[in-house]
């Protein structure tokens, strides 16, 4: 193993902790149908009302950015081993 794989699994598991401590902290959502949990359908959103400046939308911005960070690093710690040999 590289010090190159080594930094790569250290960074994808502090990535992948931060993502588990920022998902959990977030509200859960509750549906009031079926329906409405199929097609994610809504009357309106608070989201829209506040354009997401609200802790909610906050910490949901962040989960996106950390799954995009740890799916780059996935890739990242699979794919430069290749091309370095």
Do not use: H
């Amino acid at each position: 193993m590289s010090t190159l794989e080594v930094i790569g699994g250290v960074v994808i598991i502090v990535l992948s902790l931060i993502t588990i401590i920022i998902c959990l902290s977030q509200e859960q959502k509750s549906q009031d149908s079926m329906t409405a949990a199929l097609t994610g359908a809504s009357a309106d959103s608070f989201y829209g009302k506040n354009e997401g400046r609200t802790k909610e939308a906050i910490l949901a911005k962040i989960t996106r950015t950390l799954a995009i960070l740890l799916f780059a690093a996935v890739l990242a710690v699979n794919i430069v081993p290749i091309f370095t040999k």
